[in-house]
């Protein structure tokens, strides 16, 4: 499976950015998948964002719940992450992650958040 993430970019605090991880491969894989986006700031260990499951049952951390959005799009294999309210300390690489029966990473995506 491999992961190609896009849509970063610099905003001002309180702007929007969606961000997209598509998913090509082993499409069994794809849709068994869980899927989701991490990040990882300047100096800090990378932390979960939002993870989705193949039912659509998704999770977020208490940190972005109500600001950020997931959006699984089944037929495109794509993960979408619509992020809105955004603030400075949201400003990290963003990676997208599936898990199956194995673990894959994307290539990560910068996420500024400035004014």
């Known amino acids: 499976v491999q992961l190609q993430a896009s849509g970063g970019g610099l905003v001002q605090p309180g702007g929007s950015l969606r961000l997209s991880c598509a998913a090509s491969g082993n499409r069994l894989h794809i849709n068994i998948a869980v899927m989701g986006w991490y990040r990882q700031a300047p100096g800090k260990q990378r932390e979960l964002v939002a993870e989705i499951a193949p039912g659509g049952t998704a999770n977020y951390a208490g940190s972005v719940k109500g600001r950020f959005t997931l959006d699984r799009d089944v037929a495109k294999a794509t993960l979408y992450l619509q992020m809105n309210s955004l603030r400075v300390e949201d400003t990290a690489v963003y990676y997208c992650?599936?898990?199956?029966?194995?673990?894959?990473w994307g290539q990560g995506t910068l996420v500024t958040v400035s004014s």
């Open positions: 992650k599936v898990r199956s029966y194995e673990t894959y």
